[in-house]
């Protein structure tokens, strides 16, 4: 199946709109080939046979053009050959029972569906249609067409009203699926967007401080802890002086790797603003923290960092703070965290420092 969308140019680069094209000409060619299979069992009317075979080559066609990424062309000839031939069946060839007025349904849907709402004229052209369609509709509805070609017994009638029906019913399951699941994947998109930093691709502030306020109601409530890891990287400016921004990126990103590499599946790993990252350990004390923090601090120093094929060395200066009765809310915990990183650094760099509500170690 993949080698044959290859094939017909529905390749993984072409856009979600321009997808559904591939489908609908697709469902196009099935329910004509299947009312065209009908009318030579039921309806042996040559010239309704001769036309819908006519519009069933032209529909074929279509793939061709959708090959060479004629979208815009498929676009208006699918609206333009189903209003004419359904307009055909409708108050030409054979009576209103037979029900093929239903399928006027079929173009304000597909219409919204697959023209572009951000192109004007594509917007301007759906609605058109959607409106001749509608109007078309009504006419076979309230209009006495009692001139037709063929006449149909009730039974036939009943049959290809059925099948009508059906054969949009499927159509409307599947697209309405495929919308469903756009809309799904978008607010996905939208989600990881929102809560991961565009850089580093670990989660943001907004993340972080979400998931702390969390941890801290859960701590308050119950008998539970969780420690804060506060850390930045040491002279980082100096980085980006000798070798440029675009290194100092290169390096931050280098770097979350290997702190994500480290610490374990249920910690949170955030950016915390700049070259200051933030790690949320569940369920930990200081005792546990303070024996990742160090396992971390020993890490960086040992690694090396290639950017732009140059070997850089860097250390991290790290603050330490679990969580206490003494803190009012997660935010004072975050400051308390500050402190101790900015003793850290204050120290000597390279280190680690506790913080608790009321001091510094």
């Known amino acids: 199946m993949k080698k044959f969308l290859k094939r017909i140019g529905c390749t993984p680069d072409v856009e979600y709109y ?26 042996p009317y040559a010239p309704a046979i001769i036309v819908h075979l006519i519009y069933f080559i032209l529909s074929l066609s279509l793939y061709i053009f959708l090959k060479y990424k004629k979208f815009n062309l498929v676009r208006f000839s699918i609206f333009i050959l189903h209003l004419i031939q359904l307009s055909l069946a409708v108050f030409v060839w054979f009576p209103y029972t037979t029900g093929f007025n239903i399928y006027y349904f079929m173009v304000p849907m597909s219409a919204f569906i697959i023209m572009r709402y951000s192109n004007y004229w594509q917007r301007i052209f759906a609605v058109i249609f959607s409106c001749i369609a509608m109007i078309l509709y009504l006419l076979s509805e309230i209009l006495p067409f009692d001139f037709y070609m063929y006449e149909t017994s009730e039974q036939i009638n009943r049959v290809f009203r059925g099948i009508s029906i059906v054969s949009i019913l499927v159509p409307m399951i599947y697209i309405f699926t495929m919308i469903a699941r756009r809309d799904n994947l978008v607010n996905n998109e939208l989600k990881e967007l929102a809560s991961k930093d565009a850089l580093t691709q670990i989660y943001n502030r907004r993340i972080l401080y979400k998931a702390g306020n969390d941890e801290f109601v859960r701590a308050r409530n119950h008998v539970y802890c969780f420690t804060i890891l506060l850390f930045d990287i040491d002279f980082f400016k100096k980085v980006n002086d000798k070798y440029g921004h675009p290194a100092g990126d290169a390096l931050l990103i280098e770097l979350t790797e290997l702190i994500a590499k480290n610490i ?13 990252f933030a790690i949320l350990l569940g369920n930990t004390g200081n005792n546990d923290g303070l024996s990742i923090a160090e396992k971390l601090l020993e890490k960086v120093r040992t690694s090396v960092f290639m950017i732009d094929g140059n070997p850089i060395r860097i250390t991290v200066s790290i603050g330490l703070t679990e969580y206490s009765h003494d803190f ?3 935010d004072d915990m975050m400051k308390a965290a500050d402190n101790a990183l900015y003793s850290a650094k204050e120290n000597g760099r390279d280190q680690i420092r506790i913080s608790h509500a009321e001091h510094t170690l």
């Open 18 to 43: 321009d997808r559904l094209l591939y489908f609908l000409v697709l469902c196009t060619i099935l329910v004509i080939g299947l009312f065209l299979v009908l009318y030579i069992l039921f309806i």
């Open 328 to 330: 009012s809310n997660f």
């Open 264 to 276: 374990r599946k249920t910690d949170l790993f955030a950016r915390y603003g700049g070259e200051e």
